[in-house]
């Protein structure tokens, strides 16, 4: 255990945004570099939550506010193999073992990382969800099957981002779609967020209301180039009023589907025998 990188700070965002998701709370503002975006949007709207946009917004030449937050998979926790991974409790009943275990202090950065983590992973599932956080490669193939089916083949899908500069131009900027968004027909679609773990750990879930996955090719306003996945959650209309997605979109619940682009450390798995579109 003592040679797992943790690199909690690269996954904060992720985090971060699935609570958004999660709990539909709404951010408050925070002061920095990419405030003159948010004075072109809302004054009060935290930069990392720029993320979403409707499906009007797909077409080519659409300039869009995008935070694309940093990720260096060499600091990236990798999965444990299955039989160590289930060797190790998951569960927000054991943190204060699991601090020991990893030599966490209780007030530290990580152990309110884990926490945070242990309580999204333990909530339970919204209507119409299947969900679970895969300790392992092996417990993620296996939620896979039973979603997508045992005799399917799947792939998966993310986001690839090329910066002009390194380190990145910045965190957040205006993106050009530059070239026709492809749509990647399928009948369903596993969405797999990675979590702040000192282990890999990925949210993975499926919901059975419609929704769409597209490609599309970002250009940066320094240069940075983006082939991004993004979904969009066709019927809103059972969405809490104060979901953030509508404050940052300024509109209403089942008034327009509700689309957003994943962080590069994310997945989208889709099963490859029903999939028409361009990998």
């Excluded at 797909?58 to 926790?77: D, E, Q, R, Y």
């Excluded at 983590?117 to 599932?125: K, Y």
């Amino acid at each position: 255990m003592g040679k797992i990188i943790l690199g909690f700070s690269l996954w904060s965002f992720t985090l971060h945004l699935f609570l958004i998701m999660l709990k539909a709370d709404f951010p408050g503002n925070k002061q920095g570099g990419e405030g003159k975006y948010m004075k072109k949007v809302h004054p009060h709207i935290d930069p990392s939550v720029l993320v979403f946009f409707t499906p009007s917004d797909l077409k080519v030449g659409k300039i869009i506010p995008v935070f694309f937050p940093t990720t260096n998979a060499k600091k990236s926790p990798h999965f444990l193999p299955k039989q160590e991974a289930d060797s190790i409790p998951f569960s927000l009943a054991k943190l204060p073992s699991l601090l020991e275990f990893f030599s966490f202090p209780r007030d530290s950065p990580q152990a309110k990382a884990m926490e945070e983590t242990l309580q999204g992973c333990e909530t339970d599932p919204i209507k119409g969800e299947i969900k679970l956080c895969a300790t392992s490669l092996e417990s993620m193939l296996d939620f896979l099957r039973v979603v997508l089916g045992h005799e399917a083949r799947f792939r998966a899908l993310a986001t690839t981002v090329q910066y002009l500069r390194k380190p990145a131009s910045s965190l957040l900027q205006n993106y050009t779609i530059l070239d026709e968004p492809k749509e990647m027909v399928a009948t369903k679609m596993v969405a797999c967020h990675n979590m702040p773990y000192p282990y890999a750990v990925f949210y993975c879930h499926y919901h059975e209301s419609e929704s769409k996955v597209y490609r599309v090719l970002l250009g940066g306003e320094y240069g940075d180039r983006v082939d991004a996945v993004a979904v969009c959650h066709m019927d809103t209309s059972l969405w809490s009023h104060s979901h953030v997605s509508f404050l940052v979109l300024g509109i209403k619940p089942g008034s327009s589907a509700v689309c957003h682009f994943f962080p590069a450390d994310n997945l989208v798995w889709l099963p490859v025998q029903e999939f028409r579109g361009e990998m």
